[in-house]
């Protein structure tokens, strides 16, 4: 029977390995090259237009950001709540999302309009970059339904009072 020692030099063994210098390299090489292959993915749909894709991907990035030991390459998407981004818009262009109903009412409880946001089908735009096996489940499984209250418009006061 081997004996493992869980410490080395102070620290867990998996950190004591993660930080070696040939394994730091070889993550950071790692990261760049699915960074590249991501930011080819990603500007190829931009170039490709929307073409049959109920999906815009006109404000997303690819960025690195680096923890302690792990690596990670993200897809940001800046686009603002007005031009229909949320902060799962990265998330729905990797993955997908299902099909949603949509009410909007007034302050006073009346709807103002109703209308269904359509399903897509995920980009995979990460997942191919790192060679990943895509999920084919993207997007919501139960049937959502979002409700968009409309704020009361203020009353611009005076100045002085």
Known sequence: MIKWEKRVNGMPLERFLAVM???REELEWTQFEIMVRAEENLNATKS???KGRS???SHASITRESGKIDQFVVMEDKS???QGGS???ALAIELGRGAYDVTVVSPDGDTVNEYTVGAMSGLYILTDAANLPRRRKGG???KRHVKIRLKKKQKK?????
């Open 55 to 57: 999906v815009d991907t």
């Open 87 to 89: 902060p799962n818009s």
């Open 140 to 142: 919501s499984k139960s």
């Open 157 to 161: 006061r005076k100045r002085g009072d």
């Open 80 to 82: 603002s709540s007005r």
């Open 21 to 23: 210098p040939g394994v």
């Open 48 to 50: 490709s237009g929307s």
